[in-house]
């Protein structure tokens, strides 16, 4: 098209959030490379049947930093992270919306490179995109691209509460800690570990729809996807939701060598690091083998184990048991000096 | 608090994005800014009762600048615009989520300023806040702070499509158009007009409601709030839907004097520009009057007119009338030099 300069096939520009033709070309593009995936009607609001009448929303930004990474990119994190929060609430995620903010000057081809990213996470966990926004600010105004996708599931099960965890629930980890994170510094600060330590990013939805399939309504009290804050941040959740001292044994917490010989090395500690595809959960005492077995079944939880225990003692606490048996009160970090996993 | 230092009461800071304690103190904040507008349960996802099966979803991401100016702010645009893109397709609003990517530094001050806007805004639309995120990069990484609100609501009666718009249909405009825009630029550029031109930002679901009960099904086969691109970018959109001519009396389009004198005097046209708070309804021709009428009566249509028609001509164009009768074939824009008023 001769009205299509090769600096507007190429880059984003400013232009391109404006709500005129090359917006429009924009919008069209995209809805293009996300294919089947974008059922959106292109009008202002898709319209959606939902069955039953009880919903799960959830909304979640994404301002990953580097963009590209070994296992996936800021994309593929963006459908994982909303996909897994619905999950974990019990509800089968069904749409997502998506509102990408561009600098100016983003490359063309690093966007539609993420879009075949979002396509192909969509398509593993089975959701649809029925709406999208599009703006563009000016260079320097924004660090490259930054994505929200809020996400719609369905409840067609009891919805799982924090307030459901109750003293006696063991507490399982689906798979290693701290790698996603570990990746992603790595990558950014050209450490080296990023080859031996990849992002656990993935969907969790179908792993999780397995479980809450094959086992008796109650059995999981609650589950969480370990994300910001790490596996700390949780159990702390937990703590405060139950009223009761949680503990953990430190030896039992799946992790690999490499990520905790890269934490030592960057003084920080695996328990706080985000990850992507990495759930939490509290079962059912009788049943935790049970739930262990049908995790380490599955590709997603291969490295599943039980970690420790909500205990009798009505102090919303966690502590950490080491293999002598010495238990440390765990605090909850204040901050962090990792921004910009997830 | 002893932990607190004054800059982390005062500013957003970088560790207020981590997952950790201080996040968690942010999202607190912000919960309790929004007050009893907010119903988020605090865990991942919110659990929503939508009665019927169907719902209506959009999404919308805010880069407004500047933050604030005379009648309103990012806030209050987040909500109205999310808001009323549910209510022109039919359905009532009855769920936000907020995302929110904030630039470390940014001012609390400003944050609760925008927050107390997004709240009163919510509270005359009648939405709730059903769940929220918070990102927060360094220093130069984003523009103060861009916003995400998605929206649901549900469907209670037969959805407004696009291509419903058929030859015949009249062309109403809810009120006068340009003038978000004019007084967006006219805080931005200090050019002296932003007390004279008011913004039109309103949450329109109300009174889409009141027309909607009292006119029988199918009086109004579509509408669209004018935002970005104007009411040149509605009617193409409407002129591609219904593959015909429409055509508008340049007379008849409602704009105040203000609003024609700084347009003219920064060389911009009214009609590519964004409002906040106007319709462009496409309506039955024998009922015209009656819609007129209904809009006339609320305080967000006073200024409603009637300004064009669809034509039976089956080619895809729009066409500007002037009083001497003189027809002006309107091109689409390709882009525009306005960005970042929505």
């Known amino acids: 098209m001769s009205e299509r300069s090769g600096s507007e096939q190429d880059f984003v520009v400013l232009d391109h959030g404006t709500g005129a033709k090359l917006s429009r070309e924009l919008v069209e593009r995209i809805a293009e490379a996300l294919g089947d995936v974008y059922i959106g009607q292109m009008e202002d609001s898709a319209l959606l049947d939902v069955g039953a009448g009880r919903i799960a929303v959830t909304t979640d930004s994404f301002v990953v930093t580097p963009l590209f990474f070994g296992s996936g990119d800021i994309g593929k994190v963006s459908v994982c992270g909303t996909v897994n929060d619905l999950a974990v609430s019990g509800a089968r995620p069904l749409y997502l919306?998506?509102?990408?903010?561009?600098?100016?000057?983003?490359?063309?081809?690093?966007?539609?490179?993420?879009?075949?990213?979002?396509?192909?996470?969509?398509?593993?966990?089975?959701?649809?995109?029925?709406?999208?926004?599009?703006?563009?600010?000016?260079?320097?105004?924004?660090?490259?691209?930054?994505?929200?996708?809020?996400?719609?599931?369905?409840?067609?099960?009891?919805?799982?509460?924090?307030?459901?965890?109750?003293?006696?629930?063991?507490?399982?980890?689906?798979?290693?800690?701290?790698?996603?994170?570990?990746?992603?510094?790595?990558?950014?600060?050209?450490?080296?570990?990023?080859?031996?330590?990849?992002?656990?990013?993935?969907?969790?939805?179908?792993?999780?729809?397995?479980?809450?399939?094959?086992?008796?309504?109650?059995?999981?009290?609650?589950?969480?996807?370990?994300?910001?804050?790490?596996?700390?941040?949780?159990?702390?959740?937990?703590?405060?939701?139950?009223?009761?001292?949680l503990q953990f044994h430190k030896e039992r917490v799946p992790v690999t060598p490499e990520a905790v010989m890269a934490a030592d090395m960057l003084g920080i500690e695996l328990i706080h690091l985000a990850n992507e595809g990495c759930l939490c959960l509290f079962v059912d005492e009788a049943h935790a083998e049970q739930v262990l077995g049908l995790l380490r079944e599955h590709p997603y939880g291969r490295n599943a184990a039980i970690i420790g225990e909500v205990t009798a003692t009505p102090e919303p606490r966690v502590y950490m048991v080491a293999p002598d048996g010495t238990r440390t009160m765990l605090e909850e970090l204040y901050g962090a000096e990792l921004p910009r996993l997830c």
């Open 97 to 245: 919306t998506l509102g990408l903010i561009l600098e100016a000057g983003f490359p063309m081809k690093s966007l539609l490179r993420i879009l075949a990213s979002i396509r192909a996470a969509a398509l593993e966990a089975n959701v649809k995109i029925v709406a999208g926004d599009t703006k563009v600010v000016r260079q320097g105004e924004a660090d490259q691209i930054f994505i929200n996708t809020t996400g719609v599931g369905v409840l067609e099960r009891s919805p799982l509460r924090a307030q459901a965890v109750r003293p006696g629930n063991k507490i399982i980890i689906s798979g290693n800690i701290g790698n996603h994170s570990i990746h992603l510094l790595s990558v950014r600060e050209g450490l080296g570990f990023e080859r031996r330590v990849e992002s656990d990013c993935a969907p969790l939805n179908g792993m999780i729809d397995m479980l809450l399939k094959s086992l008796p309504e109650g059995t999981i009290s609650c589950m969480r996807d370990v994300t910001r804050g790490g596996l700390c941040a949780v159990l702390h959740e937990f703590a405060r939701a139950s009223g009761h001292t």
